[in-house]
């Protein structure tokens, strides 16, 4: 598809476990940014990558958290030891963001996380 | 350090009111770049407007609005009488640079109802 595509779109998983979530961008997007909202509110900024390289992680709430990009296209957001606290709609945006400009960041439709 | 604030938790109006939403930003770069996107009840977001920092002239397109102030680090956005359609989360986004990229962040967005 020409869209940004994540998966799975819902996720239900037990407290302590692992969980991957997916994000494929739209094919050329070189920035690609993971961003978490609560039920009812903001976007919370997560992680930021520009390529391959995250030249700001400050967002990741804790050290159980991490995030990869290969090939400058997919990527994958990690979190360990799943809290209940950690349920929330992750969304994956993209956009053609270079060193000259940037553009709008297009978004997928987000993962359903729900820790029980 | 790079903030947006949405003072504006939620508004309520009835259908042909004009609204103003409201967002405040702070930045240490002079390049960056505003946005608005809206969230409607369907949950994906979706990109209203982009503005640099060079660019101080409004923009109008058919009901909307937005009034951009550098003296006031402002960007609000008016919506002139308003439809049903447009209730919706509306979030602001400020992007500067970093690294060879921008990171994008977001205000914790104004829920507006449109009563009929």
């Known amino acids: 598809g020409a869209g940004v595509s994540q998966s799975p779109s819902n996720k239900v998983t037990e407290k302590g476990k692992d969980v991957e979530l997916r994000c494929d961008p739209i094919?050329?997007?070189?920035?690609l940014y993971w961003y978490r909202q609560s039920l009812g509110q903001g976007l919370e900024f997560l992680i930021y990558?520009?390529?391959?390289?995250?030249?700001?992680k400050s967002g990741l709430p804790s050290d159980r958290f991490s995030a990869e990009r290969t090939g400058g296209s997919v990527s994958t957001l990690t979190i360990q030891r799943t809290q209940q606290e950690d349920s929330a709609v992750y969304l994956c945006?993209?956009?053609?963001?270079?060193?000259?400009?940037?553009?709008?960041?297009?978004f997928g439709s987000g993962t359903q996380l729900s820790v029980l | 350090a790079q903030k947006v604030t949405q003072a504006q938790t939620e508004i309520s109006v009835v259908e042909k009111e004009d609204v103003t939403l409201d967002c405040v930003y702070e930045?240490?770069?002079?390049?960056?770049?505003l946005f608005w996107y809206k969230q409607p009840p369907s949950g994906e977001l979706v990109f209203l407007i982009r503005?640099?920092?060079?660019?101080?002239q409004n923009e109008i397109s058919g009901r909307y609005s937005w009034n951009f102030q550098k003296s006031t680090s402002s960007f609000n956005f008016t919506i002139t009488a308003s439809q049903v359609v447009d209730s919706a989360v509306y979030f602001c986004a400020l992007s500067e640079t970093l690294r060879g990229g921008f990171k994008t962040i977001f205000g914790a967005g104004t829920r507006l109802f449109v009563k009929a």
């Open positions: 094919s050329g997007h070189t920035a």
């Open positions: 990558f520009q390529g391959n390289s995250a030249p700001d």
């Open positions: 930045t240490r770069d002079t390049t960056y770049y």
């Open positions: 503005r640099n920092s060079f660019d101080e």
């Open positions: 945006a993209s956009s053609l963001s270079t060193g000259g400009a940037v553009n709008k960041l297009f």
